[in-house]
């Protein structure tokens, strides 16, 4: 089939790409020359792992192509995916020109039937608006669907292509048609396509990252209390988790969700929520939580220094907002840093892929290591803020030989307490015994 890819953000690009692998012909556009300029020259403008293959053998088939132009990506397609951007405006609700302004164009730009696909995550009603701008000045039919994305970054090519289940809000057969034939490769394994309206295919986003958000913030709440009370979040969590109405997933306690979907889709759903007079209190106490979590090492950092930081070192591992990623966006490690270089602290950081960006905020003000046990050297403790794979078995010797002060403040619960204290480093983490 013939498709076009509206923004090449990782939605886009992971779309199109993983679409040109089931032998489609797509045509990806972006309006940053630059970018259309690399990604012709098989340069994939972000990191996300295993995309590269795909990207290089789709592009050398011939199924996969770039273009700064609408008007050949919509000539070309009979299906146009709008993956744009969807940021929070100052409200906290999703701002929406950058879908009705594509629309708008799209609207002058159709001569024939085309469906226009909603991939952005878009509050509820978001289908019927672009269905009305498209309206304004096209003289064909269309139809318009929403087809919202369930992708992690960095498991974003797998989770394409094989999905758990495929969302498509359509109210027109024809649209339904096609959507079903363009899928129906990627769920050969029985997984369904589930069809419904556009408002519930909409909020079914919203409600799935929302209650995802709240899931790992309700057991943040009970890690927060464990420490008072010398519980083991742990050992709750996985009592907890074997229920099977509960689930083993998502309930790993932390320093909080970040990146760019979480944070901004519970907002947007409780500002959703008010403008039609529904107060979500629920997900305001996720909102408000998440804020508090973030930065929950401070205080116990603060409280083994006796309140004075002013002067010291700190090595931190882990900068993006999760691992496999170089996504720093609400990353809990910049705020961490944000409040460390507040009290004159000296950071010495390391991140397997995010510390090109990290430096993009910070300039120089924090230093960066080449390796994560170069960052410990006469550092006087180390915080650990993301759990990429290669900090979970470290030599704890080599950690307490290079720190000057042998602690270690685990935002993210890596290692058995036992281990680290065997080797005589102080271990400070989250719900369970310090
Ligand atoms: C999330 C959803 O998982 C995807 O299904 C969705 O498509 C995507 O948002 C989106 O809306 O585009 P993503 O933001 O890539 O994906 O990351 P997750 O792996 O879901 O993690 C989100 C945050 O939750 C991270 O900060 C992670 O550290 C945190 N988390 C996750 C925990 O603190 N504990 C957990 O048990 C799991």
Known sequence: ???????????????????????????????????????????????????????????????????????????????????????????????????????????????????????????????????????????????????????????????????????????????????????????????????????????????????????????NEIANYCELVGADVDKVRIGMGTDSRIGKRFLFPGIGYGGSCFPKDVKALHRSGKEVGYDFRILNSVIQVNHDQKVSLLPKINKYFGNTLRGKTFAVWGLAFKPETDDIREAPALDIIDNLLKQQVTIKAFDPEAMVNVAKKYGDKIHFAKTMYEALENADGLIICTEWSIFRTPDFKKIKKLLANPVIFDGRNLYDLSDVQKENIHYISIGRKA
Request: proline share 4%; charged share 25%.
């Open 1 to 219: 089939m013939k498709i076009a890819v509206i923004g090449t953000g990782y939605v886009g690009l992971v779309t199109g790409t993983c679409l040109a692998e089931t032998g489609n012909d797509i045509i990806c556009v972006d309006i940053n020359e630059e970018k259309v300029q690399k990604m012709r020259n098989g340069i994939v403008p972000i990191y996300e792992p295993h995309l590269d293959v795909l990207f290089e053998r789709n592009i050398k088939a011939g199924r996969l192509s770039f273009s700064t132009s609408l008007k050949e990506g919509v000539e070309h397609a009979e299906i146009v995916f709008l993956a744009l951007p969807t940021p929070e405006d100052e409200n906290g609700s999703a701002d929406l020109s950058y879908v009705l302004d594509v629309a708008d164009k799209i609207g002058h730009l159709i001569r024939e039937y085309k469906v226009v696909v909603d991939k952005s995550t878009v509050p509820v009603g978001t289908a019927e608006k672009v269905r009305g701008v498209i309206a304004k000045n096209a003289n064909c039919e269309f139809d318009v669907v929403s087809n919202p994305e369930f992708l992690r970054e960095g498991f974003a090519v797998d989770d394409f292509l094989k999905p758990e289940r495929i969302v498509v809000g359509s109210s027109s057969e024809r649209a339904t048609e096609l959507m079903n034939r363009l899928y129906k490769p990627f769920v050969r394994s029985g997984n369904p396509i589930l069809i419904m309206d556009e408002k519930s295919a909409e909020l079914t986003k919203y409600a799935a990252n929302s209650f995802l958000a709240a899931k790992i913030t309700f057991m």
